[in-house]
Protein backbone atom coordinates (compact mmCIF):
# COMPACT_ATOMS: atom_id res chain seq x y z
CA UNK A 1 0.00 0.00 0.00
CA UNK A 2 1.68 3.02 -1.19
CA UNK A 3 1.82 6.09 1.36
CA UNK A 4 -0.88 8.35 -0.07
CA UNK A 5 -3.23 5.43 0.16
CA UNK A 6 -2.41 4.54 3.97
CA UNK A 7 -2.46 8.39 4.64
CA UNK A 8 -6.02 8.92 3.10
CA UNK A 9 -7.06 5.96 5.12
CA UNK A 10 -5.81 7.68 8.47
CA UNK A 11 -7.22 10.52 7.58
CA UNK A 12 -10.56 8.90 6.92
CA UNK A 13 -10.45 7.41 10.48
CA UNK A 14 -9.02 10.38 12.18
CA UNK A 15 -12.54 12.40 11.03
CA UNK A 16 -14.05 9.80 13.73
CA UNK A 17 -14.42 10.91 17.22
CA UNK A 18 -14.75 9.49 20.22
CA UNK A 19 -13.43 9.04 23.84
CA UNK A 20 -12.14 5.79 23.58
CA UNK A 21 -9.88 7.07 20.17
CA UNK A 22 -6.53 8.38 20.35
CA UNK A 23 -6.71 12.01 18.59
CA UNK A 24 -4.90 12.32 15.25
CA UNK A 25 -4.08 15.27 14.78
CA UNK A 26 -2.10 15.48 11.68
CA UNK A 27 -1.27 13.07 8.89
CA UNK A 28 1.74 13.39 6.89
CA UNK A 29 2.47 11.54 3.38
CA UNK A 30 4.61 11.08 0.27
CA UNK A 31 3.83 8.60 -2.25
CA UNK A 32 5.69 6.17 -0.39
CA UNK A 33 5.41 6.95 3.36
CA UNK A 34 3.02 7.89 5.90
CA UNK A 35 3.43 9.55 9.37
CA UNK A 36 0.26 10.41 11.76
CA UNK A 37 0.71 13.13 14.93
CA UNK A 38 -1.29 11.31 18.03
CA UNK A 39 -2.04 12.95 20.93
CA UNK A 40 0.07 12.06 23.87
CA UNK A 41 -1.16 9.60 26.19
CA UNK A 42 0.70 9.58 29.77
CA UNK A 43 1.36 6.05 31.42
CA UNK A 44 2.63 2.77 30.51
CA UNK A 45 2.28 0.85 27.82
CA UNK A 46 0.36 -2.36 27.41
CA UNK A 47 3.22 -4.24 26.07
CA UNK A 48 5.77 -2.71 29.06
CA UNK A 49 2.96 -4.11 31.60
CA UNK A 50 2.70 -7.62 29.89
CA UNK A 51 6.88 -7.77 30.55
CA UNK A 52 6.43 -7.04 33.78
CA UNK A 53 4.38 -9.94 35.27
CA UNK A 54 0.94 -11.48 33.80
CA UNK A 55 -1.91 -9.72 35.26
CA UNK A 56 -4.80 -10.76 36.90
CA UNK A 57 -7.76 -11.04 34.77
CA UNK A 58 -8.98 -8.24 37.09
CA UNK A 59 -6.68 -6.22 35.58
CA UNK A 60 -7.16 -6.90 32.47
CA UNK A 61 -11.02 -6.92 31.88
CA UNK A 62 -11.62 -3.26 31.92
CA UNK A 63 -8.45 -2.62 29.71
CA UNK A 64 -9.69 -4.94 26.90
CA UNK A 65 -13.22 -3.36 27.59
CA UNK A 66 -11.79 -0.03 26.89
CA UNK A 67 -9.99 -1.87 23.65
CA UNK A 68 -13.17 -3.21 22.19
CA UNK A 69 -15.01 -0.02 22.68
CA UNK A 70 -12.45 1.93 20.43
CA UNK A 71 -12.95 -1.37 18.17
CA UNK A 72 -16.53 -0.91 17.97
CA UNK A 73 -16.90 3.03 17.55
CA UNK A 74 -14.73 2.60 14.27
CA UNK A 75 -16.86 -0.81 13.05
CA UNK A 76 -20.39 0.85 13.36
CA UNK A 77 -18.26 3.86 11.03
CA UNK A 78 -16.96 1.25 8.52
CA UNK A 79 -13.92 0.92 9.57
CA UNK A 80 -11.55 -1.86 10.27
CA UNK A 81 -8.38 -1.32 12.33
CA UNK A 82 -5.80 -3.94 10.87
CA UNK A 83 -3.12 -3.80 13.60
CA UNK A 84 -4.08 -3.80 16.69
CA UNK A 85 -0.79 -4.36 19.18
CA UNK A 86 0.42 -4.39 22.84
CA UNK A 87 3.03 -1.60 21.96
Known amino acids: VSGS ?13 DPALVPVFDVLDTNTEC ?10 TLAARLQ ?3 PAWRE ?4 LADV ?12 VHGGVKPG
Open 52 to 54: RSP
Open 5 to 17: MKGERIRTAAAIV
Open 68 to 79: AQGLAVLHQQGR
Open 35 to 44: AATLELIDGE
Open 60 to 63: LLPL
